[in-house]
């Protein structure tokens, strides 16, 4: 069997081009600390990388939700204790009122304590949280939750319950309350009730029966904002575990892309140095291959 001189030179310069560039891939796996998937070197794992980046940009977007609705539930906590302060207060003033050993002006005074408590109520009814700058108690809608109208009584202003936050795939969470759910539910309109008694004390005369229905509704109220309290508290407990969750499948993606994507740098340097001495090897052979004379093969 006769060997060409191409096929003689050709072989060995094939190799050493296949070792060459394999080296230079080698290399750069280790500088850029990626292995350089793409669609023709591996379809399968490139669709997975992609998947995963996909899946990664909307778990970002969920977190940063998260964190706006842990922000919302949080004042709305704070906002919620505010009010149970004063109603507190104004049961205080409402069983004192009862009294009939006070004094005209004594009962006035209660009664102007009380509208101001009213109206601390009303302001704290029209918290704007401090991310997003909408009503924490308002609806889907408005600038207000609550509105004074011309004859000094106060209503709710907002329509439909508070926008949910998207927290994950088809998850969905209300940070906070509906105003009709905590001031009025069930007809029972806090404002209207210390507004009425207020304005029996500042009037004189006898306020028992004033009094007795303004204890049932602050007693009332007090027990319904507890409520609302324990529910945004179990929504800060659920936002806590959905973004404990958010993580720990977030290190799963990241290790699954890291296994994928990037370089096992010391098993490329184990790699690259056996590339490099059989190159080195085929380099030297060839090198001595071509130096070999017409004269040598016909002695």
Do not use: C, H
């Not at 601390?120 to 108690?137: M, S, V, W, Y």
């Not at 994507?261 to 590339?275: H, S, W």
């Amino acid at each position: 069997m006769r060997i060409s001189t191409s096929q003689m030179y050709g072989r060995p310069v094939s190799l050493m081009t296949q070792l060459t560039a394999e080296a230079d891939k080698t290399q750069t796996q280790i500088a850029t600390t990626k292995l350089g998937v793409t669609a023709v070197s591996d379809a399968a794992a490139y669709i997975k990388l992609q998947q995963i980046k996909r899946a990664t940009t909307a778990d970002a977007t969920y977190k940063a939700n998260i964190t706006v609705a842990q922000g919302v539930v949080s004042q709305t906590d704070q906002t919620l204790e505010g009010v149970e302060t004063q109603l507190q207060r104004a049961l205080e003033l409402a069983t004192r009122a009862k009294n009939d050993t006070l004094s005209a002006s004594d009962r006035a005074s209660i009664g102007e304590e009380l509208s101001s408590i009213r109206d601390t109520l009303f302001a704290l009814a029209n918290t704007k949280d401090d991310i997003r700058g909408q009503p924490l108690f308002g609806g889907a809608t408005g600038d207000a939750a609550y509105v004074k109208n011309a004859d000094g009584s106060i209503s709710f202003a907002g329509t439909g319950e508070p926008s949910a936050i998207p927290i994950g795939d088809g998850e969905n969470i209300q940070p906070t309350i509906s105003g009709q759910r905590v001031f009025s539910p069930a007809g029972a309109d806090i404002f209207a009730t210390l507004g009425n008694l207020a304005d029996a004390l500042k009037a004189g005369g006898n306020v028992q029966a004033a009094g007795a229905t303004a204890l049932d509704g602050i007693n009332a109220s007090l027990d319904t904002v507890a409520l609302a309290r324990a529910s945004v508290g179990a929504r800060g407990a659920r936002l806590d575990l959905q973004a404990d969750r958010l993580t720990d499948v977030a290190e799963t993606r990241e290790a699954t892309r890291s296994g994928i994507e990037d370089t096992d740098i010391p098993t490329a340097v184990a790699n690259l140095q056996k590339t490099l001495t059989v190159l080195q090897a085929t380099q030297a052979s060839f090198s001595k291959l071509t130096s070999v004379s017409l004269f040598d093969y016909i002695k």
